[in-house]
Antibody, heavy 115, light 112 residues
Framework: EVQLVESGGGLVKPGASLKLSCVAS????????MSWVRQTPGKTMEWIGD????????NYAPSLKNRFTISRDNAKSTLYLQMSNVRSEDTATYYC????????WGPGTMVTVSS | DVVLTQTPSTLSATIGQSVSISCRSS???????????LYWYLQRPGQSPQLLIY???NLGSGVPNRFSGSGSGTDFTLKISGVEAEDLGVYYC?????????FGGGTKLELK
């Protein structure tokens, strides 16, 4: 059974950094591109970015590429999202999902940015 | 960025009723290779999204065949032929033809 489980969310202050993780199981993680998507409290869905199966290429939403970095450790079947200089508008639930169809999603991890 | 406009924003239905959701794109989603990267997802209350339809009209794994997708270019439709209680939630369309991927605003399906 394919499973994706995100972690690392919480309450953070504006300007801080945060690293989210997503542990994958039930499939060969190193065969798949992976992606991060977020959902705001108002339920708006926003794609954050992708990473190639071997980690050699990443692609980001233009509005986020200067502050967010996606990486992976295939030996640990783990996907990461490094968030820096966070803002109140980054408050959202963050999901990892499998590219290309976004056919499996984790339960999400909630990030709240507030002073 | 491509804007996807979903209508209606809220849909009230009775069990067994057939309903349709529209997703209109600000640009054609047909790429130069003849592919159309339009997807549909359902997010049930308190759950993460799940894939219903990929590439306009292909049913996701395990998805009941009362769901169907159609359309081309800029106009797409998700149809549910006989709503069941488990279908309640918010439906999203997403396009991946043009970077960055973008989602529609969602259509909430509720019981009448």
């Amino acid at each position: 059974e394919v499973q994706l489980v995100e972690s690392g969310g919480g309450l953070v202050k504006p300007g801080a950094s945060l690293k989210l993780s997503c542990v994958a199981s039930g499939f060969t993680f190193s065969d798949y591109w992976m992606s991060w998507v977020r959902q705001t409290p108002g339920k708006t869905m926003e794609w954050i970015g992708d990473i190639k199966y071997d980690g050699s290429y990443t692609n980001y939403a233009p509005s986020l590429k200067n502050r967010f970095t996606i990486s992976r450790d295939n030996a640990k079947s783990t996907l990461y999202l490094q968030m820096s200089n966070v803002r109140s508008e980054d408050t959202a639930t963050y999901y990892c999902t499998r590219v290309w169809y976004f056919d499996f999603w984790g339960p999400g991890t909630m990030v709240t940015v507030s002073s | 960025d491509v804007v996807l406009t979903q209508t209606p924003s809220t849909l009230s239905a009775t069990i067994g009723q057939s309903v349709s959701i529209s997703c209109r794109s600000s640009q054609s989603l047909l790429d130069s290779a003849g592919n159309t990267y339009l997807y549909w997802y359902l997010q049930r209350p308190g759950q993460s999204p799940q894939l219903l339809i990929y590439l306009v009209s292909n049913l996701g794994s395990g998805v009941p065949n009362r769901f169907s997708g159609s359309g081309s270019g800029t106009d797409f439709t998700l149809k549910i032929s006989g709503v069941e209680a488990e279908d309640l939630g918010v439906y999203y369309c997403m396009q991946a033809t043009h970077a960055p991927r973008t989602f529609g605003g969602g259509t909430k399906l509720e019981l009448k």
